[in-house]
């Protein structure tokens, strides 16, 4: 295959009508000149659609040689940016995250917008590994992108730009739980892209990132709206995966809201919907639909569709996504007392949560694991596990609360009066305060446009 896509291709692809969506789609992620080929197509199809476009001003005439050359000249000096930064981001991400932002101080020939563009881009790839060097990426995005000089680059790019890396900053504040700064950011991406052409699109793109903030903070109501606008929006523009996507979000606000019947019905809608072309939005809403049916009592296909997603998780080696679709199987296979299967599972699973340095979502499984344990009469391991988590907590720094909790739990054991139902007590106030359980999926905008 080319290093990229004709021009041809990519308008099949935003008008839906390309066989090779999926490919584009996934060649798109990590292709910052392609993926900007999609968005100024998705501009023009915009303007094509406002009457006001048809409309020239007096005196106007056709677009001159100059201008026409001056564009084309742009484009591949944007393209020659994009290689060069493509380099320079991969020397600096090699190294230690905290000499990332010296890297960049100390370089003004990596402060371009190339850079911010690879840096969005990396961002996806790292956000489910490591959170921490996400939200360094989309800091410095959106530092040099406030720096860009409107007298380089055309002043609607740069507007446009900083208002993207502001989007992103703020999906990836939310994906962490400082919703108060997520909803700040959003904000001034807001002002920035309503200062642009034709900003509808990437409007409904920053709305699914708000109904994701909405979601954190229980403004439910407005999660539902946002996301709801959002795939009408991503679907007058033909992109169906967007709005595939806009609709996942819809169902986990209403799947937070132990709506499962509603969740459950929008996520069989587009179970089999041609939007859903990505393999990790396929599988996340296969998993989605395993831990939906097992909160509405059908733990048989529940366990059918979450082993699924475990299977075809190990095949395309996501870490994160895989131990969590593993962690609801075991969760599953628990409810439906099938705690020999779950055991193992359950320790396998804890195991992977600590080496990933996801230690609340590790503590919520051992105590799982402690429940399974004691339900089949073996609480020998019991009070090691609790232990274990006390001490970790203690030195992690976590809340009082969470800490207090964990010594109840632990005196009880040692006074041999712990039940089952005094370890799921302990585990359900530690995933409310607020440590998150098992996650929906429920992605951002996959694509920096």
Known sequence: ??????????????????????????????????????????????????????????????????????????????????????????????????????????????????TVRHLLAKMRETLERVPSEALLMTSLATDIAEGLSVAKYPSDFVVALRAQALRDHAFVLSYIGRFSEARAAADRAERLFRQTPVPDYELARLDLVRANICRGIERFDESVALARHAAEVFLRFGDRHAAVNARINEGATLFQLRNYAGALEIWKAIEHDPGLTSDTQRIGLVQNLGICYREIGELEKAAEYLSRAVAELELIGSDTNRVRSRWALATTLSAAARHEQAIPLLREVWREFESLGLEADAALVALELAESLLVTNRPDEVPAICRTLLDRFTQSGMSERAVVALAFLRESVASGHATPVHVRHVHDFLRDIPVEGERLFASPPLNTL
């Open 1 to 114: 295959m080319n290093a990229h896509y004709h021009d041809d291709a990519i308008h099949e692809y935003v008008e839906g009508k390309s066989a090779n969506a999926a490919e584009i789609e996934a060649h798109a992620a990590s292709c910052v000149s392609c993926a900007a080929e999609i968005a100024t197509q998705r501009r023009m199809i915009a303007a094509l659609e406002d009457r006001a476009s048809w409309q020239a001003p007096q005196g106007a005439g056709a677009p001159s040689g100059a201008r026409l050359a001056a564009l084309v000249a742009f484009k591949e000096r944007i393209d020659a940016e994009d290689a060069e930064a493509a380099s320079r981001v991969a020397s600096i991400l090699q190294r230690p995250s905290a000499w990332w932002r010296n890297a960049v101080r100390q370089d003004p020939a990596v402060r371009t917008a190339g």
